[in-house]
C-alpha cells in the first residue's frame, strides 16, 4: 500500500534527508521520497501499523503531521534534524 503524510516544519533539503534517513531504517516500509513542494512524505507500507510508525517517527523528528499540534518543541527538534541532515549530506 502507498500513503502519503502531509508534514509541518519541513523547510529544505536537510530536513528531507533526515527524514529520508531514519525513515528507510524501518522495516516494512520502502519507496520513501520527501517532495518540499508540498511538504509530504510519500511511502509504501505493508500493514496499517507500518505506516503509524511512519507518523510516529516523523513526529519524533519534529516533522508532525499536519492534523497534528505543532508545539514549541516540535519546532525546536525540527530545526535540530534539518542540521543533523545538512551535516550528514
Wanted: charge should be positive; include cysteine; glycine fraction near 4%.
Amino acid at each position: 500500500m502507498k500513503a502519503s503524510i502531509i508534514v509541518q516544519n519541513l523547510k529544505c533539503s536537510g530536513c528531507a534527508a533526515t527524514i529520508l534517513n531514519r525513515l528507510e531504517g524501518l522495516n516494512e516500509v520502502s519507496e520513501i521520497s520527501v517532495d518540499l513542494d508540498t511538504a509530504s512524505v510519500h511511502f509504501s507500507y505493508l500493514n496499517t501499523e507500518n505506516a503509524m510508525e511512519v507518523k510516529k517517527v516523523l513526529a519524533s523528528l519534529g516533522y508532525p503531521s499536519i492534523d497534528s499540534k505543532n508545539p514549541f518543541k516540535s519546532k525546536a527538534k525540527s530545526y535540530f534534524s534539518c542540521a543533523v541532515g545538512k551535516i550528514s549530506r
